[in-house]
């Protein structure tokens, strides 16, 4: 016996879609979408690259209510404030509780904030008292993008390197990190490592082209993605202490004739936010300004994400903070959604089957491979494809007992 085709048809589209409440209804959980995100104005900007075609699976992680393109929020909570960004997150650091948001699945370009993805991949790799020599390949960065000052040739321990990736967004400290944690194969190993280390945390729709975040085909994420590399970055002490210095000393080069000179970091919120925990900025032409913060407040810790955001009114960490003061404001337990845990999405060969990881049975089922391709989204092929065999099997079996089937030709 058959299936009609469009029976199976619909059935499968049922089981691969995520479920969304309509604008400004509550859904089940208490999440209610509050229409579009804030505008964003004409400006003169170069053509946003295509992104990858969207994995209902990927942009279900965490839950059915953060599958949205619109403004989501806890029902009965104020509604955020608005911010000139394309997609934002608010998130619980903590419980992994996701407080609100607006597209946190939508694909963006992360330009200098994808240093968090370098720091949370290679940080625990790498000795920080060792000292390295920075090559030529190292310095070979986009003209006029921001880096350090290091010298070709100049000797450098590994935590300097660390202060001015997160300082001062050092694009040849990125380089010389990578280089360094990809072992034999160098900076291409340090990319590899990186999007696979994005997989194991969960952050399907990351893909890094260069570890900077400097612009490169295909190179996307998404304010999900960001708050659970934030999440794994604040959780390592180390990372905590370089992100939080204020002001260091970058050693002389007497060999090169090099002086010491003084950096301070860039991250207003640690000067002007208080109980401020660090993050990152990020801008380039193409990806706008990004930005990555942290707070805490009466023992709360809250981490907020923002891609494509414009400065209007407001600079990225004042939107970010913006938005942190709304997150502080929702009361403990209120929630659209969760952060998964690192390697939850990635079922070890023992697990079985037809087992639906934690994190997709939350987002109200599996989904489905990315028809492009794209690596990172091959990891619930398996669970989608047993899914909806599954399913169609389910279906089967009923038909098989009604008495008015009928047999279809092959």
């Not at 929020?73 to 609100?100: E, K, Q, Y």
């Amino acid at each position: 016996m058959r299936v009609r085709g469009r029976t199976a048809a619909v059935i499968a589209a049922l089981l691969l879609s995520p479920v969304v409440a309509p604008a400004g209804a509550a859904d089940a959980a208490g999440a209610v979408t509050t229409g579009p995100c804030a505008p964003v104005p004409a400006v003169s900007r170069p053509p946003r690259p295509v992104p990858p075609h969207a994995d209902p699976a990927a942009r279900a992680v965490g839950g059915p209510a953060l599958a949205t393109t619109e403004q989501v929020r806890p029902a009965g909570t104020p509604r955020p404030p608005a911010v000139a960004a394309t997609s934002w997150l608010v998130a619980d650091l903590d419980s992994g509780d996701v407080l609100g948001g607006c597209g946190p699945h939508e694909y963006g370009t992360p330009a200098s904030v994808q240093k968090l993805l370098l720091a949370a991949t290679v940080l625990p790799k790498l000795d920080p008292r060792r000292t390295v020599t920075l090559t030529h390949g190292d310095l070979d960065i986009e003209p006029g993008s921001s880096a350090v000052g290091f010298a070709e040739g100049g000797r450098y321990r590994i935590e300097t390197l660390w202060l001015g990736l997160l300082l001062k967004s050092g694009n040849e400290a990125a380089n010389a990190l990578a280089r360094l944690g990809g072992g034999p194969d160098g900076l291409p190993g340090g990319l590899r490592a990186m999007n696979e280390h994005a997989r194991q945390l969960g952050a399907l729709q990351t893909h890094a082209v260069t570890p900077s975040g400097l612009d490169g085909p295909g190179q996307f994420t998404s304010a999900y993605d960001l708050a659970l590399i934030a999440r794994a970055c604040f959780a390592d002490a180390t990372f905590r202490r370089y992100d939080t210095t204020r002001e260091t000393t970058i050693p002389a080069q007497p060999a090169l004739g090099e002086k010491a000179f003084p950096i301070q970091n860039d991250n207003q919120l640690l000067y002007r936010y208080p109980g401020a925990l660090g993050g990152k900025t990020g801008y380039t032409d193409l990806a706008r300004h990004s930005y990555v913060g942290a707070a805490e407040r009466n023992g709360r810790r809250l981490v907020v994400t923002l891609l494509g955001a414009e400065v209007l009114d407001k600079r990225g960490w004042e939107q970010g903070a913006a938005l942190l003061d709304w997150g502080f404001g929702v009361p403990r337990g209120a929630a659209v959604g969760r952060l998964v845990n690192p390697g939850e999405l990635t079922a070890g060969p023992s697990a079985s089957a037809t087992a639906t990881p934690p994190a997709l049975a939350a987002a109200g089922g599996p989904g489905r491979l990315d028809p492009v391709g794209h690596p990172w989204s091959r990891p619930l092929f398996a669970v989608s494809l047993a899914a909806v065999v599954a399913g169609l099997a389910g279906l089967l079996l009923a038909l098989r007992h009604r008495p008015d089937h009928g047999r279809r030709r092959r």
